[in-house]
């Protein structure tokens, strides 16, 4: 399995076996920190339970989705920050119509994953707060 890339302009070409794909990064800095985030939530997800998981996990999750967004595009901060704010809060809400429940097993299993299980105002200030940690370390690193 062979698998490198090059980096050239903004552009990064991915090269797996004889496929080439090209994918634009704009912002390394913000998609390394993703993948760290993205394996922090993985490893809270699977080995830590109560507070680590239900509340700092909360508070990671719109970091993780804030990175993933400026990793891809040049969107101001307060647009990124609104946009995830948006799409943190819609997913916690989709919670209340029990859509998870809707669906055949194996998309459930999906679903659940991606929504959660359950409604609670707790999350929503979790977001929030996460939100303003970015807010507040753009901030300092004067992104605005």
């Given at each position: 399995?062979?698998?490198?890339?090059?980096?050239f302009?903004n552009?990064?070409?991915?090269?797996w076996?004889?496929?080439?794909?090209?994918?634009l990064?704009y912002?390394?800095k913000y998609?390394?920190?993703f993948?760290?985030?993205?394996?922090?939530?993985?490893?809270?997800?699977?080995y830590?339970?109560g507070?680590?998981?239900h509340?700092?996990?909360?508070?990671i999750?719109?970091?993780?989705?804030?990175?993933?967004?400026?990793?891809?595009?040049?969107?101001?901060?307060?647009?990124?920050?609104?946009?995830?704010?948006?799409?943190?809060f819609?997913?916690?809400f989709l919670?209340?119509?029990?859509?998870?429940?809707?669906?055949?097993k194996?998309?459930?299993?999906y679903?659940k994953?991606i929504?959660g299980?359950?409604?609670?105002i707790?999350?929503?200030?979790a977001?929030?707060?996460?939100l303003?940690?970015?807010y507040?370390i753009?901030?300092?690193?004067?992104?605005?």
């Amino acid at each position: 399995m062979v698998f490198f890339f090059i980096s050239f302009r903004n552009c990064t070409y991915y090269v797996w076996r004889h496929y080439t794909f090209k994918i634009l990064i704009y912002h390394k800095k913000y998609l390394i920190s993703f993948v760290l985030l993205f394996i922090v939530e993985v490893v809270i997800a699977r080995y830590a339970s109560g507070f680590l998981r239900h509340t700092i996990g909360d508070v990671i999750a719109p970091i993780l989705v804030y990175c993933f967004i400026k990793s891809f595009t040049h969107i101001s901060v307060s647009k990124a920050l609104i946009v995830v704010l948006l799409i943190s809060f819609a997913i916690e809400f989709l919670q209340l119509s029990n859509l998870q429940n809707m669906y055949p097993k194996n998309i459930a299993y999906y679903l659940k994953i991606i929504l959660g299980t359950s409604f609670d105002i707790g999350d929503l200030i979790a977001y929030t707060l996460g939100l303003v940690i970015v807010y507040v370390i753009e901030k300092i690193n004067h992104q605005f």
